[in-house]
Structures are given as structure tokens and as C-alpha cells.
């Protein structure tokens, strides 16, 4: 297996998706128009298979039309019964908000607020307002405004806000057809489980292979130790981190610059993690993985 953060993490389908957002620009013929259709299933329904019978013909033939944007063709599916009866009334709360922000935001959620946030919505004003709140938020028009299919960020656009963020990311992309509750143990349950009460990262692992029975991401063994341990409290007692970084490709670095090498090894304690997550990604390089020591 090539050495890279994609192939190593099991996200080659996302790292590739990345590289072309859709977007509808005007004169778009039917083809493209198709094109973009495709992809706003793909991005809201997590890669899950849609049969014939399933499509919002009506969203689609009104989009075609030019009567509604992306933007809404988004909002109707996300609304439909095809969107609800997957990832609303088949799995526990948390996990549909785990979905929804992957699916209409295109990233983890931030922290355990954020997820708060939206349960108590869902309790006051039931669920199309939840999906509401996504697609008319601030967020959502700046970065994806009208035309744009959603898309996974993090990757290959912007760096995520955090190191917990960053990590909770990987919990929700990994996996062929992950969104559609497959390629992972947790099934309808939270991925990010008490991590998200703890609002700490959890280590990112190397997903399963041939050479280890061909398990599916099952979680570290270490995540229901104490959060002294290993979260914000530990102090010089505390683990230290492996991480793998690549794909160095910094312009301003020197050429005798010790980043010559474009993959390299890290030690790093706990409380240095987030630092150091923001020096490599400032410097071009890209985290294979973060795991702790034993």
C-alpha cells in the first residue's frame, strides 16, 4: 500500500472527490445539469446507492428547469423520506447529527456544543428545521453560496479549525459507504461517542487490511480510558503521540531545510499536539496518522 494520508486512512474516495467541487455555471446544458444531480446524491447520502424509484424526480426536473438553485435541491432531498428513513429514523440522535454535518456541511462537527445545539432543535422544532438550520446558515452560504455541490473540507480545502476536528473527521468519512451505515463496528450508533461529551480528540488508527483479519475500524482499544490520561488534564504524565506526517511541499522551505524528506516521524505530548498540527499544515505537509503510545 503507497505511503499517504488517503490510501493509510481509508479515504481515497473523498481525497479524489476533492479535487473538483461542482459547481452549475450559467448555460449548463441537461448533461451537466445530470452531473451535478449525481453529485449532490452522492455528497447528501453519503455514497449510498439510489434506486430509479427513490429520486426526487420532481426536485430534479424543477432544477432543470432552472426553478430552484443547488442550494434547494440540496434542502429537498435532505428533507425527503429517502434522506429520513436512512440516517434520521434509523439511527440514534447523535449519529444523525454526526451525518448532517458530514453530509450538508462537509465536515465534523466542531465540538460537543455545535451537536448540542442541534439536539435541542430537533426537540423545539422538530427535524426539517434542523436541516434548515444547516442550509441557511452563514456557514453554508459562504462557503458553498447557490450552485455549488457541498463537499468534503478539511482534506484538500481548508484545514479544520482544530486537532479534534481534524481527528472526529476521519470517525466520519472512513469506509466505502460509510454515511450509509456501512465500513464501520459502530453501525446506527455515535461514532464519536463519549469523545464527544469529553470534547477531546480521538487516535486516528490504520484502518484493517488483509493482514489483520480484515476487521473494519474498530476503535481503539485506549478510548475509554480516564480523559486524565489523555485529554486535557494530563499533564507531564501524560501519553505522547506518534505521528506520521507527508507530502511536504512548502515553497518557502529552504533547500537545505530538514523537511527535505517528504515523510517523517513525530513524538509529540498531548498538550503539544494542537501546536504541532498547525505548524505542519502551514508548512505543506499532510498527518498520515496520529496514534498513541503505549
Same mark, same amino acid.
Given at each position: 500500500?503507497?505511503?499517504?494520508?488517503?490510501?493509510?486512512?481509508?479515504?481515497?474516495?473523498?481525497?479524489?472527490?476533492?479535487?473538483?467541487?461542482?459547481?452549475?455555471?450559467?448555460?449548463?446544458?441537461?448533461?451537466?445539469?445530470?452531473?451535478?444531480?449525481?453529485?449532490?446524491?452522492? &455528497?447528501? /447520502?453519503?455514497?449510498?446507492?439510489?434506486?430509479?424509484?427513490?429520486?426526487?424526480?420532481?426536485?430534479?426536473?424543477?432544477?432543470?428547469?432552472?426553478?430552484?438553485?443547488?442550494?434547494?435541491?440540496?434542502?429537498?432531498?435532505?428533507?425527503?423520506?429517502?434522506?429520513?428513513?436512512?440516517?434520521?429514523?434509523?439511527?440514534?440522535?447523535?449519529?444523525?447529527?454526526?451525518?448532517?454535518?458530514?453530509?450538508?456541511?462537509?465536515?465534523?462537527?466542531?465540538?460537543?456544543?455545535?451537536?448540542?445545539?442541534?439536539?435541542?432543535?430537533?426537540?423545539?422544532?422538530?427535524?426539517?428545521?434542523?436541516?434548515?438550520?444547516?442550509?441557511?446558515?452563514?456557514?453554508?452560504?459562504?462557503?458553498?453560496?447557490?450552485?455549488?455541490?457541498?463537499?468534503?473540507?478539511?482534506?484538500?480545502?481548508?484545514?479544520?479549525?482544530?486537532?479534534?476536528?481534524?481527528?472526529?473527521?476521519?470517525? /466520519?468519512?472512513?469506509?466505502?459507504?460509510?454515511?450509509?451505515?456501512?465500513?464501520?463496528?459502530?453501525?446506527?450508533?455515535?461514532?464519536?461517542?463519549?469523545?464527544?461529551?469529553?470534547?477531546?480528540?480521538?487516535?486516528?488508527?490504520?484502518?484493517?487490511? &488483509?493482514?489483520?483479519?480484515?476487521?473494519?475500524?474498530?476503535?481503539?482499544?485506549?478510548?475509554?480510558?480516564?480523559?486524565?490520561?489523555?485529554?486535557? /488534564?494530563?499533564?507531564?504524565?501524560?501519553?505522547?503521540?506518534?505521528?506520521?506526517?507527508?507530502?511536504?511541499?512548502?515553497?518557502?522551505?529552504?533547500?537545505?531545510?530538514?523537511?527535505?524528506?517528504?515523510?517523517?516521524?513525530?513524538?509529540?505530548?498531548?498538550?503539544? /499536539?494542537?501546536?504541532?498540527? &498547525?505548524?505542519?499544515?502551514?508548512?505543506?505537509?499532510?498527518?498520515?496518522?496520529?496514534?498513541?503510545?503505549?
Amino acid at each position: 500500500m503507497p505511503f499517504g494520508p488517503a490510501s493509510i486512512l481509508g479515504v481515497e474516495s473523498f481525497s479524489q472527490e476533492c479535487e473538483a467541487p461542482r459547481e452549475l455555471v450559467p448555460g449548463d446544458d441537461d448533461q451537466a445539469k445530470e452531473s451535478v444531480i449525481r453529485a449532490v446524491y452522492r &455528497q447528501v /447520502l453519503g455514497n449510498a446507492y439510489v434506486m430509479e424509484s427513490e429520486r426526487q424526480v420532481v426536485a430534479e426536473s424543477q432544477f432543470k428547469l432552472g426553478e430552484i438553485s443547488v442550494r434547494e435541491l440540496v434542502r429537498r432531498i435532505a428533507k425527503s423520506d429517502l434522506y429520513s428513513t436512512r440516517f434520521f429514523d434509523s439511527c440514534a440522535r447523535y449519529r444523525y447529527i454526526e451525518l448532517a454535518f458530514r453530509h450538508l456541511l462537509g465536515r465534523a462537527p466542531a465540538d460537543f456544543e455545535e451537536m448540542r445545539g442541534h439536539a435541542e432543535r430537533l426537540d423545539t422544532s422538530g427535524y426539517e428545521a434542523d436541516i434548515d438550520s444547516f442550509l441557511d446558515s452563514d456557514e453554508y452560504q459562504n462557503t458553498f453560496g447557490e450552485w455549488t455541490v457541498p463537499y468534503q473540507r478539511g482534506w484538500k480545502t481548508e484545514s479544520c479549525a482544530t486537532l479534534q476536528e481534524f481527528t472526529w473527521s476521519f470517525q /466520519l468519512l472512513r469506509g466505502n459507504s460509510s454515511s450509509s451505515l456501512k465500513g464501520n463496528l459502530a453501525g446506527i450508533r455515535s461514532r464519536l461517542g463519549g469523545a464527544a461529551y469529553q470534547n477531546r480528540p480521538l487516535p486516528v488508527v490504520a484502518p484493517s487490511s &488483509q493482514d489483520s483479519q480484515g476487521w473494519s475500524f474498530r476503535p481503539a482499544a485506549n478510548l475509554t480510558d480516564p480523559v486524565t490520561r489523555i485529554g486535557v /488534564l494530563a499533564g507531564e504524565a501524560g501519553k505522547v503521540y506518534r505521528v506520521e506526517v507527508t507530502a511536504y511541499r512548502a515553497n518557502n522551505v529552504r533547500p537545505t531545510s530538514r523537511y527535505r524528506k517528504a515523510n517523517r516521524v513525530l513524538f509529540v505530548p498531548f498538550n503539544k /499536539l494542537s501546536e504541532q498540527y &498547525q505548524l505542519i499544515h502551514r508548512e505543506g505537509g499532510k498527518i498520515a496518522s496520529i496514534t498513541p503510545l503505549s
